[in-house]
């Protein structure tokens, strides 16, 4: 049987510093290195810099976007999902991946880590809320490492 792609969501903030912006980049980047398909807000920030890593490593990226305007995607989203639905997408951008990585971030990002403990989902952050139950990384790599680590754990196919 052939293994299973990962769903990966990259969740942070929609301004960032050029460093955090490096980082969620190298994030994406190892993601679509190992195979994942990255889901993300589709916009800017955090999520804009992970989907260009994943694009510029020839990943697929997704993006479940607040509205209903494509436009709103960044550049590098290959899939919008347009919801209309402003901040409460968050959700089904959860319920969408297997596990999540999150980076810097602010409340919206803060729901998110929410909904994904309240779903038993894999979490890292990297730079991010330290809340009980994340796993925390110091750089892209051991976030990447310790999201693929975990869901071999819960049983996720992992490439």
Known sequence: MEKQQIRVGVIGAREVRLDVYEIAYQVGKLLAEKGALLYSGGRTGVMEA??????????????????????????????????????????????????????????????EIAFTLSAGKPLVGLGSWEIEGMLPAKTPEDAVDQLIKALTKSGNKVQ
């Not at 976007?65 to 997408?89: F, H, K, Q, S, Y």
């Open 50 to 111: 992970a989907s260009k890593g994943a694009h510029d490593a020839g990943g697929l990226v997704v993006g479940i976007l607040m509205t209903t305007d494509p436009a709103e995607a960044n550049p590098w989203v290959d899939v919008p999902i347009l919801t209309g639905m402003g901040d409460l997408r968050n959700g089904i951008l959860v319920r969408s991946v297997d596990g999540l990585i999150a980076i810097d971030g602010a409340y919206g990002t803060l729901s």
